[in-house]
């Protein structure tokens, strides 16, 4: 078993930035691909990025591309998602989320949730 908490979410102005940390405990995340996925009100949630066990391999959906950067420290057994450039759409509550296996974005195929938390972008 893997359990995850995610921390660092808030309450920032529009243009500002964020950093989120997934901290893992249970077992070594070091052999587990680790995504990011937020959900915001009325909506279902979504993919945000996904990082494969090396950190080398990375992935984002299009509407972060480019202000998102997701990392990871094995040793630390912690993931990183450093959000810059903050718009009012990037309000959600954030996610964390392991698996095994294969680099993907499908969410249905990750094992292991955080709690989530929350990230408020106000204009």
């Known amino acids: 078993q893997v359990q995850l908490v995610e921390s660092g979410g808030g309450s920032v102005r529009d243009g500002g930035p964020l950093r989120l940390s997934c901290s893992a405990s249970g077992r070594t995340i070091g052999r587990y691909f680790m995504g990011w996925f937020r959900q915001a009100p009325g909506r279902e949630r979504e993919f945000v990025a996904t990082i494969d066990w090396t950190g080398g391999n990375t992935d984002y959906t299009d509407s972060v591309k480019g202000r998102f950067t997701i990392s990871r420290d094995n040793v630390w057994n912690t993931v990183y998602l450093q959000m810059n450039s903050l718009k009012p759409e990037d309000t959600a509550v954030y996610y964390c989320?392991?698996?095994?296996?294969?680099?993907?974005?499908?969410?249905?195929?990750?094992?292991?949730w955080g709690q989530g938390t929350q990230v408020t972008v106000s204009s």
């Open positions: 989320a392991a698996k095994r296996g294969t680099h993907t974005s499908v969410e249905s195929e990750y094992e292991y």
